[in-house]
């Protein structure tokens, strides 16, 4: 299709489409989606996240009241505009799983009159029976609120009338953030810091805090060989160097990537407090909208009182089951988290518990370093693809290199997630299996078990699946463990339960055994509600839905950079790809806030 046509049709619909919003007339509005279409609303029509499928639950949604309005009419976008200067502008559409029905796809502006405020959002049009060019997926997103726009520029030195140099302005800054912090941003990873980074662009004061003595310990500590296992222009964080992707490699070592959060902490000029943990829980007075949170600060207590706490620890504590006999194991048993040194057990037999990414990158370690023999036991099937088959599709960028990473972001998050796991079940992983066919059929007779479906005869999800209802536990994303099992070097141990430990192994339940001198416990790690649980006590807790992660009921990621349930918490997690899209919406929605308009 020309790009003549793409334009045309492209701004036809769109014309159409700012009628009926501008009219405030649902019905209409509704008109423009194919009858299965998807409608995603980020912060435009109300301050959460929503995706609804189906004229009925769209039309409900936007003839929702606020403030004796329909939310359509109260919001009120306009001035629709094609945004056709950017790697976003109209173009061919094609979606996994069906290959025959090809479209049109695009971002466009908007302005939200209530609350003021600058909007983008994208489209893919198909053709109905009709022929008329109706949305497959629409997604609205809210970009900046007007008059408080987030600014990358700072003003440091003597000119324009100021009288501070650099250091007395952010050391002014740093003891205005220590003494009064609106955000209280608990762990100083991804998440944490481009939460930081994000607020203080909007002129917010937020304060992170983190157990470590340095930034990039939580990856510096992890095991030797740990990279990332997705390519670099995935896993760059807001403001990143434009040249990164040729002076980094394509998958990023933990100690480079440690290195990088340092460096991006000091370049941002983010007010960190290292060694430093929360000593007691945290309570919350409504009648003054305030924390009180007391610190470890070195060796210092202190006494707190943000507006907004942020929890961006990652994950929860690690999983360790209990079997009996583990205190009589005379070898070496820990878990993931803590393995350091596979020199120190070669000529050894090591049993890794676990069938992901974790047991695979150790299996690896211990492989490279000698060990006498290494056996995986897998309790569960596990969904699997490599490395490279994941570069060609799921990770392969869109865009020719320079494209800003933004670009990027904004189109793969205006998919609804709900809408993509049913491509995915429609046909769409077929690709991915077909591309690791060879992978898959020597995992096969190697004994390996492999899934595609979170739950038998839930469909073919693949790692998005994973990725998003379980936070990839269960997957592996193959970069040489495959090979070592197909070739023998790393044994399976498959689908049998564990019974109990002794002095020398690991007894299943079917009777046998594998004896081992080395025992590491791969085995995910506890659910973030439970860590959140410990530290906020249960009256906190038992306001909050059950999770943080996994998607809620209209697909949408719980908890995550959204209303937590409870006014004042927040949480912050996700890939670097997740933190750098979202931490924006976190800090528009504390902004709002701050602002009184939400």
Request: aromatic share 10%; charged share 20%; proline share 4%.
């Amino acid at each position: 299709m020309a790009s003549e046509d793409l334009y045309a049709i492209s701004a036809d619909w769109l014309k159409s489409l700012e009628v009926a919003s501008s009219t405030g007339d649902a019905t209409s509005f509704v008109s423009h989606f194919h009858s299965d279409g998807w409608f995603g609303d980020f912060l435009c029509f109300s301050w959460n996240f929503r995706t609804l499928s189906g004229p009925e639950k769209i039309r409900g949604f936007l003839s929702e009241v606020v403030d004796g309005k329909p939310r359509l009419e109260y919001s009120d976008l306009r001035n629709f505009k094609l945004d056709d200067h950017t790697a976003n502008a109209p173009s061919p559409l094609q979606l996994p799983g069906l290959q025959d029905i090809k479209g049109v796809q695009g971002a466009f502006t908007f302005i939200i009159t209530k609350p003021a405020a600058l909007g983008r959002g994208f489209f893919r049009l198909t053709q109905d029976a009709d022929g008329k060019w109706k949305a497959l997926t629409l997604f609205t997103n809210m970009q900046d609120l007007v008059g408080h726009e987030e600014s990358s520029a700072d003003q440091h030195g003597l000119y324009e009338g100021r009288k501070m140099i650099w250091e007395e302005d952010v050391d002014a800054r740093f003891r205005a953030i220590e003494a009064y912090p609106t955000v209280l941003i608990v762990g100083g990873g991804q998440a944490g810091l481009t939460s930081a980074a994000r607020l203080r662009r909007l002129g917010i004061r937020a304060l992170v805090i983190e157990k470590n003595a340095r930034v990039g310990d939580s990856w510096r500590q992890r095991y030797p060989n740990l990279t990332l296992h997705s390519p670099t222009y995935h896993n760059s964080s807001i403001m990143f160097l434009s040249n990164a992707r040729t002076t980094f490699p394509k998958y990023i070592p933990k100690g480079k990537l440690a290195n990088f959060l340092d460096s991006y902490a000091v370049d941002q000029e983010l007010c960190v407090w290292f060694s430093s943990s929360i000593t007691s829980t945290p309570l919350y007075d409504s009648s003054s909208a305030r924390w009180t949170v007391e610190i470890q600060h070195g060796d210092q207590k202190v006494f707190l009182k943000p507006k907004h706490l942020v929890l961006a620890t990652r994950y929860g504590s690690p999983r360790i089951p209990t079997w009996n006999g583990m205190d009589e194991f005379q070898g070496a048993l820990y878990h993931s988290d803590f393995h350091k040194d596979a020199e120190q057990f070669r000529g050894k037999r090591v049993v890794v518990v676990g069938a992901g990414n974790a047991s695979a990158d150790i299996c690896e370690d211990f492989v490279a370093h000698g060990a006498a023999e290494v056996t995986m036991v897998q309790r569960n099937a596990t969904c699997v693809v490599s490395s490279t088959t994941a570069e060609k599709s799921f990770n392969k960028s869109p865009f020719p290199d320079g494209t800003p990473i933004e670009e990027l972001d904004f189109r793969t998050n205006s998919m609804p997630l709900a809408f993509l796991l049913q491509l995915k079940i429609s046909g769409g992983i077929q690709h991915t299996k077909m591309l690791d066919k060879e992978l898959h059929d020597g995992l096969r007779k190697a004994g390996f078990n492999l899934t595609w479906e979170l739950s038998p005869g839930s469909g073919e999800v693949g790692v998005d699946g994973f990725l998003f209802s379980r936070r990839a536990s269960g997957t592996m994303l193959d970069v040489g463990c495959g090979k070592l099992i197909i070739e023998g070097r790393v044994k399976i141990k498959q689908g049998q339960d564990i019974s109990h430990l002794d002095k020398d192994g690991i007894t299943f339940k079917d009777g046998s055994k594998l004896l081992a001198d080395v025992i590491v416990l791969a085995t995910g790690y506890e659910p973030i509600m439970k860590t959140t649980r410990a530290l906020l006590g249960n009256e906190i807790t038992d306001q909050l839905p059950p999770e943080v992660w996994g998607l809620d009921s209209e697909g949408e990621v719980n908890q995550t950079y959204r209303p937590s349930g409870h006014p004042g918490l927040w949480f912050a997690t996700g890939a670097f790809g997740v933190s750098r899209f979202f931490s924006k919406h976190l800090g528009l929605q504390i902004l709002a806030r701050e602002l009184g308009i939400a």
